[in-house]
Every structure is written in C-alpha cells, then in structure tokens.
C-alpha cells in the first residue's frame, strides 16, 4: 500500500523551466533517501539528483546548476526544480525512495510509475 507518484513533467521549449513533484502515500513512518532518475529512449537510466533524509545533495554533472531537489518531510514528498532546460534532458523521469514503513518498520524501496519530460529545440 506504499507507493509513490510523480507529476509535473510536459512539454517545453528549451530554455524553459518544469518542477517535478513525488509524493509518497501509505503506511509510512518515515523517508530516508530520496533520488530523481532519468531515462531516455536507448539510453541506461541515470541518477539525477538526491537528497538525504538530512538535506544534504548530490547532482549529475549534466544538471548541476540548473537542477534542484527539495523535500518536505511533512507532506512525504519531494520535487525536482528544472530550469534552463536542454533537448537532452528530454526523458522520462522517475522518484525513488528509501521508506521505513509503520507498524513493523520495514524497509522498502519504492519507484514511483514515471513522467515524461520532452524538452523541443
């Protein structure tokens, strides 16, 4: 009953600006580490950018200062700022999480379904 959804990916013209948002629902105790992931048409998917269960971050060279990730540890969620947008960032993009789940307090790994960024010249 844990899961994860993404939204806010579209369409843009390059140079735009888009923020992705990933909630988290369920019987959860807590998040730990968040990450955003990509994947493009042929390619391997790739981290993106993540964010501790402190706040601290880490960024993809390619996204670094024009990509930021946030979290709102009340709301279970998080989100993905993207500005200065490229053609190559076009891709679908995925939420994953580090979940402690009530009751028992297990340990899951979540991925959320996926939205489409596509990001024209």
């Known amino acids: 009953q844990v899961q994860l959804e993404e939204s806010g990916g579209g369409l843009v013209q390059a140079g735009g600006s888009l923020r992705l948002s990933c909630a988290a629902s369920?019987?959860?105790?807590?998040?730990?580490?968040i990450g955003w992931y990509r994947q493009a048409p042929g390619k391997q998917r790739e981290l993106v950018a993540a964010?501790?269960?402190?706040?601290?971050?880490n960024y993809t060279d390619s996204v670094k200062g024009r990509f930021t990730i946030f979290r709102d540890n009340a709301k279970s969620m998080a989100a993905l700022q993207m500005n200065s947008l490229k053609p190559e960032d076009t891709a679908v993009y995925y939420c994953?999480?580090?979940?402690?789940?009530?009751?028992?307090?297990?340990?899951?790994?979540?991925w959320g379904q996926g939205t489409q960024v596509t990001v024209s010249s």
């Open positions: 994953n999480a580090d979940i402690i789940r009530t009751g028992g307090r297990s340990r899951l790994i979540a």
């Open positions: 369920g019987s959860i105790f807590s998040l730990n580490a």
């Open positions: 964010i501790t269960s402190g706040g601290s971050t």
